[in-house]
């Protein structure tokens, strides 16, 4: 699978990680562009956004 990155949509291979310069502003506004999905996963650490796609062997046996 190849990286995608568009306005409409983001897509990493598995275990991925990608690191973006952005501030809290642009990390809400990018989680709200995302909403509700698994994948990629994001996360904010100062100065540094993170988007991160799990391997396929972190979501199996995950129950409720």
């Known amino acids: 699978m190849d990286t995608v990155i568009t306005p409409q949509r983001i897509e990493l291979p598995p275990g991925a990680v990608l690191k973006l310069l952005g501030d809290w502003k ?12 698994s994948s990629p996963r994001i996360k904010y650490r100062r100065g540094e956004i993170l988007l991160m796609a799990p391997l396929p062997e972190h979501g199996r046996d995950a129950s409720l």
């Open 26 to 37: 642009a990390y809400q506004i990018l989680s709200q562009q995302l909403g509700d999905r």
